[in-house]
């Protein structure tokens, strides 16, 4: 008798998991995302390396931009993109699917077993003293276990640097650490055969002054997604600080990779910037998870606020990257689309 009510358990578990196989939620043990500095100096070089791997492999665009390897395919998909998804409703959850296909690439093209990490800028940010260094903790922009540190300084002209951005301290290539010149490439949007380095123009006063806890507090107190998305990216100005400015224009400035719109992907740190906007985001949406895997708004085109919103079946391409997915998809770090988690959260 109990080996047939075995049996007869064992067949409904069966049948019900094939029948039910179509809205089964396939996001089995989600990679645990950490802040850098939580991750071991191990841990820190396999990321390192899994980055220098994807720079070795193949390209997937067919040279989109100049694309000549598969982590430029991401800088091009990104910049070939640029004026659609800036101060956009989908901007958050299109940067969302970004970051999480670059993940997804370094687990299964590059052997990694990690998690993308994030950069808590923050937890460096002075509330008091916008001039402090302190922000460049030494652990993320260390040589042997970070992401090397500042471009040497050169000058810009006044056409480069419309803004009259004050306070830049460097312009100029890596000088040291993984990515430094000579050892790290950029060849989307150069001319054919030609590359770049990778550039950091330091900007302290922004870093601290865009990066305060109390600006996230700001944006993670808003009632709706459409003010959310709003206040994340705020309006594209100095005079006003915004999140995801901080660490754009903080490491990017003026001449450096991160600091350009359309190339930002350049810079290895732009994953782990806008990995820490993401959990701005998710922790925001965990305050009310039932309105907030299901809500969306804001513009469809750039800017204009009265204009058409996004809605939840709005698709987000990444081109050759991974399938089109629709935003309600994205909304879920936990669904069949996406699958990580942050640790602690
Ligand atoms: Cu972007």
């Not at 100029?172 to 993984?178: H, N, Q, R, S």
């Not at 009632?223 to 005079?239: H, K």
């Not at 990779?257 to 990995?275: I, M, R, V």
Request: hydrophobic residues 35%; proline residues 5%; contains cysteine.
């Amino acid at each position: 008798m109990r080996f047939a009510s075995l049996f007869l358990s064992l067949g409904l578990l069966s049948l019900s998991g094939e029948t039910l196989a179509g809205c089964v939620n396939t996001c089995r043990n989600p990679p645990q995302r950490k802040e850098w500095r939580e991750l071991r100096k191990h841990e820190r070089l396999e990321y390192l390396e899994a980055v220098r791997c994807l720079a070795s492999k193949p390209d997937v665009t067919g040279g989109l931009e100049n694309a000549t390897n598969l982590y430029q395919s991401f800088q091009a998909t990104h910049s070939q993109q640029t004026p659609d998804i800036h101060w956009v409703g989908h901007f958050a959850l299109w940067h969302r699917y970004f970051t999480a296909t670059y993940e997804k690439y370094l687990r299964e093209q590059c052997g990694y077993r990690g998690a993308q990490p994030y950069w808590n800028w923050a937890l460096d940010a002075s509330a008091t003293d916008n001039s402090s260094m302190a922000v460049y903790n030494a652990e993320l922009f260390d040589a042997r276990y970070g992401f090397g540190g500042n471009g040497y300084f050169v000058e810009s002209t006044a056409e480069e640097n419309p803004f009259n951005l004050t306070g830049r301290t460097g312009g100029g290539c890596v000088k040291d650490g993984p990515f430094r010149e000579g050892q790290f490439f950029l060849n989307v949007k150069q001319p054919k055969g030609q590359s770049d380095c990778l550039r950091r123009d330091f900007i302290p006063w922004i870093l601290n002054y865009f990066a305060r806890q109390s600006l996230v507090n700001h944006v993670e107190s808003q009632d709706d997604y459409t003010s959310f998305a709003r206040a994340l990216e705020n309006i594209p100005s100095f005079t006003q600080p915004n999140i995801h400015g901080s660490g754009h224009f903080g490491v990017g400035g003026v001449l450096g990779t991160l600091g350009n719109s359309a190339l930002s992907p350049g810079d290895p740190l732009f994953y782990l910037h806008h990995c820490n906007l993401d959990r701005v985001l998710w922790q925001w949406q965990r305050k009310d998870l039932p309105k907030r895997l299901h809500q969306v708004g804001g513009p469809v085109t750039p800017m204009d606020y009265g204009g058409k919103n996004v809605t939840l079946d709005f698709e987000i391409n990444i081109g050759k990257l991974a399938p089109n997915a629709t935003l309600e998809e994205l909304l879920n770090p936990q669904g069949n689309v996406l699958c990580y988690g942050y640790h602690g959260l």
